[in-house]
């Protein structure tokens, strides 16, 4: 194989590792987003929770104020039934007391619903809490986990860039830019070997017995009829 295929060949491979990394690198942030992402709709589902659990509670006290207008009404339905000394006055005060006692016992019935509910609701709030505590924990490793990650993508990506430049300089210009021209348009590899002893394992195109010859000979950069990719017949 010719001396400056063999320095393209690992020049490639180190092209290939750094791009990879690099993806790696530049995905890392939207990892982070979906771990805040999934930490928001966990805390806004136990503060909907919670504000269900306040809601309930504060109607039973509007509750248990009515009741207690209506406990003030009766005392003085009372005290006029007992200062009265006119008959239908005195029948009439005895209905609103019972009309006010039947709506007392309306309400604390309804009361004694929505101290289920919040006792429930608050079941709720306390089984989300765990949730969203073991969620925190979650979250915070994972995060150690990416900060570690994107340490270890760093290093790697300034290795492999420091390796790439090194490597470029002793590769002849021409074939070098050459190189980098091919590598540019097909986004994936520049070269590639000939498989199945006479296709481009770029394009996967048949090449002819001519670039073949060429490519096996290894005299000279050869590249592929179909895509233009350099090609090399595989060392055994
Ligand atoms: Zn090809």
């Known amino acids: 194989m010719l001396a400056t295929l063999g320095q393209l060949l690992i020049l490639q491979e180190r092209d290939v590792r750094l791009r990879r990394a690099q993806i790696e690198l530049n995905h890392l942030p939207v990892e982070e987003q979906q771990i ?22 504060s109607e039973r006290k509007q509750l248990e104020l009515q ?21 239908d006055e005195y029948q009439a005060m005895g209905h609103e007391i019972e009309r006010a006692r039947k709506d007392i016992d309306g309400l604390e019935e309804r009361e004694l619903v929505l101290m289920d509910q919040y006792d429930e609701a608050q079941k709720a709030v306390q089984t989300e809490s765990l949730k969203v505590k073991e969620y925190e924990r979650v ?3 994972q995060q150690v986990e990416l900060k570690r990650k ?6 790697q990506t300034g290795a492999l860039a420091v390796a790439v430049a090194e490597l470029q300089q002793q590769i002849p210009s021409a074939e070098l830019s050459t190189y980098r021209r091919i590598l540019q348009s097909k986004g994936d590899l520049a070269i590639v070997p000939i ?14 017995q001519a670039t073949v010859s060429a490519a096996r000979a290894g005299n000279k950069i050869t590249h592929c009829d179909d895509c233009g990719r350099i090609v090399y017949w595989p060392q055994p």
């Open 36 to 57: 805040a992402a999934r930490l928001a709709t966990q805390s806004a589902e136990f503060e909907q929770l919670k504000q269900r659990a306040r809601h309930i509670e």
């Open 67 to 87: 009741v207690a207008d209506k406990e003030t009404a009766i005392r003085k339905f009372q005290t006029h039934q007992a200062q009265t000394k006119k008959n």
């Open 139 to 141: 979250a915070a490793n």
């Open 150 to 155: 994107k340490a270890v993508l760093e290093e």
């Open 195 to 208: 498989i199945h002893g006479n296709t481009c394992n770029g394009c996967h195109m048949k090449i002819t």
